[in-house]
């Protein structure tokens, strides 16, 4: 169902699509798998090889075509397989359909089963017609067929080109394509071609793809179901954020906040928080595109969606996955440890603070996943990179007294705006005991050890969100390495822009909207910005438009 919303949302309605289904389920032999998981060759059990065929074949179908174009159908199934694999071809030839296959190395019952095959040969046309009629031809040419022999293996082996005697080689094939060209079907059949040449133009590809909105719903449906069907991913986050949350729990379990180790310790706990967020997420995520990879190129290439829609709804069907398992790890850590107070706000920031960490980490993991070929490559640039972003984060180094060739970094680290929510929300109206004289007195005196200020909460935020933003736009302007491996760069590069940049908006920036509101209490603050938002969004996508 979710193939005949992508391929013919927009001819039929629901009632019409699911009758299509039905009967192509029907006339391609799959009712008996029909609720059957296809599943993945040699890792996950499913249907056969040959039912997966079919099911290829299947999706094809729903949009009724006239002509159907099968690159080798039989590679890589036995001879059974491979003979019921043309025999459903066979059948739907019968229908009124035009079916055109290449195929190598047919077994005699499967060549048999063809009304036409044609042979090309160093570039010629050696012969085009019905099978018997190419044992005749080869036989007029002095190259006769043993019995009980394969003709298919005979006419191979007589037009190939070998490189030990590739001149005999040529002159024998050249020979064998004069004989067919000047024989009357050779003729008959160039006559036709020419008449065709001279009355017919180019018939341009058609297809038309369905609604956005159709296209949205259907992806966004196929990757939830594909999350909810594969848990193994997501079992295994959960099972490691709450050992994660055990263990700081217990190993910052009721910090002293009154000594000047304990404000260490706890500061310590807050920037691990922030490094288990960032990288449990990033290197879960990195295998957004490989997985996935064969798909879209098929399914991109048959005009079904754009890679902008694709990535749109796989990045939103990771949202829930991506943000439950930090919420978890927070939850079991803040009690133990005994983190600022026990007040809404207070947990309300430090949650609201953990979801923009892990938003920025997966936008960052998708970026690199997409820009990378290969999921090695994305791990070996990852690592450097967050290692740059971490130290720059706060708590190796003090943000205010970095060197000025390197503090340009710090603005672009979520590590450095995680620690410093984090760190502001813990010791912000918290009351320091004070020990000794080299005990921090006050508790802004800890702010100040970081060079962090408490109204710099707000603008904390903002920079989280713009950090996502830019990475997805970034995205956007930089997928020409996706693009190169899909289809040669020929997405629209200001399609991508605009659909990444309203995504943000609606799904990453809207939320944030509402953290500050109920943070800062300041609805006025909130409509404001959302109004600026807005009037920014509208006049670069109308000045985007009016300069292309």
């Given at each position: 169902?979710?193939?005949?919303?992508?391929?013919?949302?927009?001819?039929?309605?629901?009632?019409?699509?699911?009758?299509?289904?039905?009967?192509?389920?029907?006339?391609?032999?799959?009712?008996?798998?029909?609720?059957?998981?296809?599943?993945?060759?040699?890792?996950?059990?499913?249907?056969?090889?040959?039912?997966?065929?079919?099911?290829?074949?299947?999706?094809?179908?729903?949009?009724?075509?006239?002509?159907?174009?099968?690159?080798?159908?039989?590679?890589?199934?036995?001879?059974?397989?491979?003979?019921?694999?043309?025999?459903?071809?066979?059948?739907?030839?019968?229908?009124?359909?035009?079916?055109?296959?290449?195929?190598?190395?047919?077994?005699?019952?499967?060549?048999?089963?063809?009304?036409?095959?044609?042979?090309?040969?160093?570039?010629?046309?050696?012969?085009?017609?019905?099978?018997?009629?190419?044992?005749?031809?080869?036989?007029?040419?002095?190259?006769?067929?043993?019995?009980?022999?394969?003709?298919?293996?005979?006419?191979?082996?007589?037009?190939?080109?070998?490189?030990?005697?590739?001149?005999?080689?040529?002159?024998?094939?050249?020979?064998?394509?004069?004989?067919?060209?000047?024989?009357?079907?050779?003729?008959?059949?160039?006559?036709?071609v020419r008449m065709h040449e001279t009355t017919v133009g180019a018939y341009p590809r058609v297809r038309k793809a369905a609604p956005f909105s159709?296209?949205?719903?259907?992806?966004?449906?196929?990757?939830?179901?594909?999350?909810?069907?594969?848990?193994?991913?997501?079992?295994?986050?959960?099972?490691?954020?709450?050992?994660?949350?055990?263990?700081?729990?217990?190993?910052?379990?009721?910090?002293?906040?009154?000594?000047?180790?304990?404000?260490?310790?706890?500061?310590?706990?807050?920037?691990?928080?922030?490094?288990?967020?960032?990288?449990?997420?990033?290197?879960?995520?990195?295998?957004?595109?490989?997985?996935?990879?064969?798909?879209?190129?098929?399914?991109?290439?048959?005009?079904?969606?754009?890679?902008?829609?694709?990535?749109?709804?796989?990045?939103?069907?990771?949202v829930p996955l991506f943000t439950l398992d930090g919420f978890i790890m927070i939850l079991i850590s803040y009690w133990m440890v005994g983190f600022?107070?026990?007040?809404?706000?207070?947990?309300?920031?430090?949650?609201?603070?953990?979801?923009?960490?892990?938003?920025?980490?997966?936008?960052?993991?998708?970026?690199?996943?997409?820009?990378?070929?290969?999921?090695?490559?994305?791990?070996?640039?990852?690592?450097?990179?967050?290692?740059?972003?971490?130290?720059?984060?706060?708590?190796?180094?003090?943000?205010?007294?970095?060197?000025?060739?390197?503090?340009?970094?710090?603005?672009?680290?979520?590590?450095?705006?995680?620690?410093?929510?984090?760190?502001?929300?813990?010791?912000?109206?918290?009351?320091?005991?004070?020990?000794?004289?080299?005990?921090?007195?006050?508790?802004?005196?800890?702010?100040?050890?970081?060079?962090?200020?408490?109204?710099?909460?707000?603008?904390?935020?903002?920079?989280?969100?713009?950090?996502?933003?830019?990475?997805?736009?970034?995205?956007?302007?930089?997928?020409?390495?996706?693009?190169?491996?899909?289809?040669?760069?020929?997405?629209?590069?200001?399609?991508?822009?605009?659909?990444?940049?309203?995504?943000?908006?609606?799904?990453?920036?809207?939320?944030?909207?509402?953290?500050?509101?109920?943070?800062?209490?300041?609805?006025?603050?909130?409509?404001?910005?959302?109004?600026?938002?807005?009037?920014?969004?509208?006049?670069?996508?109308?000045?985007?438009?009016?300069?292309?």
């Amino acid at each position: 169902m979710i193939q005949a919303r992508l391929r013919i949302s927009g001819q039929l309605t629901a009632r019409q699509r699911a009758d299509r289904v039905s009967f192509v389920i029907k006339e391609l032999g799959l009712a008996k798998c029909r609720n059957t998981k296809i599943g993945i060759s040699g890792i996950k059990k499913g249907i056969s090889g040959g039912e997966s065929k079919r099911v290829t074949f299947a999706a094809e179908l729903l949009t009724n075509p006239p002509i159907l174009f099968c690159d080798e159908p039989t590679t890589g199934l036995d001879s059974f397989m491979a003979e019921s694999i043309v025999a459903v071809l066979k059948n739907l030839a019968r229908s009124g359909k035009t079916i055109i296959c290449t195929i190598h190395q047919p077994s005699s019952q499967l060549y048999n089963l063809f009304d036409r095959v044609l042979y090309l040969a160093a570039g010629r046309v050696a012969f085009l017609g019905n099978p018997e009629n190419a044992v005749a031809l080869m036989q007029s040419c002095g190259f006769t067929c043993p019995r009980n022999y394969n003709p298919a293996d005979m006419i191979i082996e007589t037009l190939a080109v070998t490189a030990v005697k590739k001149e005999e080689c040529l002159q024998r094939v050249n020979a064998i394509c004069d004989k067919f060209s000047e024989s009357d079907e050779g003729k008959s059949i160039m006559e036709t071609v020419r008449m065709h040449e001279t009355t017919v133009g180019a018939y341009p590809r058609v297809r038309k793809a369905a609604p956005f909105s159709d296209q949205i719903i259907a992806l966004l449906y196929r990757s939830l179901i594909d999350n909810w069907r594969n848990p193994s991913l997501a079992r295994a986050k959960m099972i490691q954020k709450v050992i994660m949350g055990l263990f700081v729990g217990l190993l910052y379990f009721h910090t002293n906040r009154d000594t000047q180790s304990g404000v260490y310790n706890l500061n310590g706990a807050l920037f691990y928080l922030v490094a288990e967020l960032t990288y449990a997420t990033l290197f879960g995520i990195l295998t957004f595109m490989p997985a996935d990879y064969p798909i879209l190129v098929r399914e991109y290439h048959d005009g079904l969606y754009s890679v902008a829609c694709y990535y749109a709804t796989r990045a939103m069907s990771y949202v829930p996955l991506f943000t439950l398992d930090g919420f978890i790890m927070i939850l079991i850590s803040y009690w133990m440890v005994g983190f600022s107070s026990f007040s809404f706000l207070q947990v309300f920031v430090m949650f609201g603070t953990a979801l923009l960490i892990e938003q920025s980490a997966s936008a960052f993991g998708v970026m690199l996943s997409t820009v990378s070929p290969s999921y090695p490559i994305a791990v070996s640039i990852a690592g450097p990179l967050l290692t740059l972003l971490s130290l720059t984060g706060g708590l190796y180094a003090n943000v205010g007294e970095l060197p000025v060739y390197i503090s340009w970094i710090q603005y672009i680290s979520w590590f450095r705006y995680g620690f410093e929510g984090f760190v502001i929300n813990q010791w912000t109206n918290v009351t320091v005991s004070a020990v000794n004289e080299t005990a921090f007195q006050r508790s802004n005196q800890i702010l100040e050890q970081y060079s962090f200020d408490r109204n710099n909460l707000p603008l904390a935020y903002l920079s989280f969100r713009a950090i996502s933003a830019l990475l997805r736009v970034f995205r956007g302007f930089k997928y020409n390495p996706l693009r190169d491996r899909v289809d040669s760069v020929s997405l629209d590069s200001r399609q991508l822009f605009l659909a990444t940049l309203f995504l943000t908006i609606l799904i990453f920036l809207f939320p944030t909207i509402f953290v500050y509101c109920a943070v800062f209490s300041s609805l006025h603050y909130g409509i404001c910005l959302i109004r600026f938002l807005l009037s920014r969004f509208l006049d670069s996508a109308n000045e985007l438009f009016c300069c292309t």
